[in-house]
């Protein structure tokens, strides 16, 4: 075999390992492709199976021409043959680095564009975030706003009432001082005549006038919320049922016969503390209320429920989680613009404003009673569509005490004691006197602190009583105080037609054993200071 022979089979073997090698290059390469996108491997792959269909037609080259040049075949020069073998594998290579180069700059340029797609999803996503939490913030400055709105409200309403409630319990209290003769002496009267005296029946009316004049006086207290409400445990079913069986009732419906009335009363309704006197009249209110916003009558729903709240509500002031029953009172008339509601428990505002009857004070004695016992009110009402009142009070688990009913004069007679009486008024010390008298006591009467401490420096009393407000001399508390301190244990009962509620506290915690408001009957003045000598 001649020199060129062999040169030229070395050239051609030599090609077919450069040639199998780029198969194994372009192969790990065509599976790159899967990393680039859709586009850009459509465009390399049809380039790689033109080069891969080159590469094969010169690996069969190769083959056959080395077969002929082994034997002995002469069509061409074998060395030419064998170079352009050679340099073909040669170019092969270089197609291939080329490929090579081209994917990974596509590969790169796909991988920065993935970078770039998860930075700007990345930075989407935090985006949105960031608008999220930017929402939150509004809607919770918002929430404070209006929560602002809500107290600023509430806080204006507070005022408004206080400065009427100062007004009112200004009044109250010089009316009952006034009315005190009318309600007090017709009882001793009545004991002096005859039981066939025609002028029982004139006395009595005096009497029941004199009633009705301090019930007036009593909503002015209760607006004030200085009546100092005295509480007891008690069911509200039995008060709406001894209300619908009242003349106040039927009167009602008398004036307003095209009303329809609905009751729905909880069978198991729980206890609550609170004041007969007040939540009959607070549910007599809403009802007339009511009946009056139906002009055309229609339908009042009264119900009552058992609540529990899990959570604070809103209504006409925020209502806290717990226990409530809940007396709500609906109509079907005509509706409160949300102008007067605002104002809707304002003295004389339903009078006024909105033209309703009775005196003006209906609303406001709701609003105090409420507020006084410790509960809530939620009202919603719609033009045209009616209005719904709901009251929660809080609920009681304590039974209910049963009470005696009329109590004989004797029960509360005295037996000949002792008893102070210190008031500023000279009508009030006049009215106590001859009430006890009747009693049975033997009493002394004095207008001031001065006087009564010198008597008590050489005297005992079993008893005393004394005036809340003595303006500007000592209070019956600090008169008590100052009593004390030479009488530890003195027994004695506080009155007044007008009193703050924590100085009545401060002055049973001390010592004082009853509160009695003016102005006082015979009954209710003898029942307190039996049970207090008793005590």
Do not use: C
């Amino acid at each position: 075999m001649s020199f060129s022979s062999i040169i030229s089979i070395v050239l051609i073997i030599a090609g077919a390992l450069i040639m199998v090698l780029n198969i194994g290059k372009s192969r790990a390469l065509f599976r790159m492709l899967g990393q680039v996108s859709k586009e850009d491997t459509t465009r390399l792959k049809f380039f790689f199976r033109v080069h891969e269909l080159l590469m094969a037609f010169f690996l069969v080259g190769y083959v056959v021409v080395a077969y002929t040049t082994a034997a002995q075949i002469h069509l061409v020069s074998e060395l030419f043959v064998g170079a352009i073998f050679f340099f073909g594998a040669v170019f092969v290579m270089l197609g291939i680095m080329l490929k090579s180069k081209m994917l990974y700059s596509i590969k790169k340029r796909y991988d920065q564009e993935v970078a770039s797609s998860h930075m700007i999803r990345e930075q989407s996503e935090n985006l949105e975030q960031m608008n999220k939490q930017l929402i939150k913030e509004i809607h919770d400055r918002e929430r404070a706003q209006n929560e602002k709105r809500h107290l600023e409200k509430e806080l204006a309403r507070s005022q408004r009432m206080e400065a009427l409630g100062l007004l009112a319990g200004g009044v109250a209290h010089d009316l009952n001082n006034v009315l005190s003769g009318t309600v007090s002496y017709p009882d001793l009267i009545l004991m002096d005549l005859p039981e066939d005296s025609p002028l029982r029946k004139q006395i009595r009316t005096i009497q029941e006038s004199g009633k009705k004049a301090v019930a007036i006086v009593d909503d002015l207290l209760t607006m004030a919320r200085r009546g100092v409400i005295h509480t007891e445990v008690l069911n509200l079913n039995p008060i709406i049922d001894d209300y619908l069986n009242s003349s106040e009732y039927k009167n009602l419906i008398h004036y307003h016969p095209n009303t329809e009335i609905h009751v729905l009363l909880e069978p198991e309704l729980l206890n609550m503390r609170g004041s007969k006197i007040h939540l009959r009249k607070t549910l007599m209110n809403l009802v007339s209320n009511a009946a009056e916003a139906l002009t055309n009558g229609g339908l009042i729903e009264i119900s009552t429920e058992n609540r529990y709240l899990k959570n604070p509500i809103p209504g006409h002031e925020k209502i806290r989680a717990g226990n409530y029953i809940s007396l709500t009172v609906m109509d079907k008339g005509i509706g409160i613009s949300p102008e007067d509601l605002e104002r809707i428990f304002e003295p004389f505002y339903t009078k006024k404003v909105m033209g309703r009857s009775g005196t003006g004070l209906g609303m406001s004695v709701v609003w105090g009673t409420v507020q006084d016992l410790n509960g809530y009110i939620s009202v919603q009402s719609e033009i045209g569509k009616g209005t719904t009142f709901q009251l929660f009070f809080p609920a009681t688990m304590e039974d209910i005490v049963s009470r005696n009913g009329v109590i004989p004069v004797a029960d509360y007679m005295g037996t000949g004691e002792s008893v102070v009486v210190v008031d500023d008024i000279t009508e009030q010390r006049e009215i106590a006197e001859n009430l006890l008298t009747k009693l049975n006591y033997s009493v002394r009467t004095f207008s001031g602190s001065a006087p009564v401490m010198e008597y008590l420096k050489t005297n005992t009393a079993d008893i005393l009583i004394l005036d809340m407000l003595m303006e500007p001399d000592l209070d019956g508390l600090d008169l008590y105080k100052k009593i004390i301190k030479s009488h530890p244990g003195q027994k004695a009962i506080i009155t007044s037609g007008f009193s703050e509620t924590e100085r009545v506290k401060e002055a049973l915690r001390l010592g004082v054993g009853q509160y009695i408001k003016k102005p006082y009957t015979l009954e209710t003045l003898g029942l307190a200071i039996r049970k207090e000598l008793e005590r």
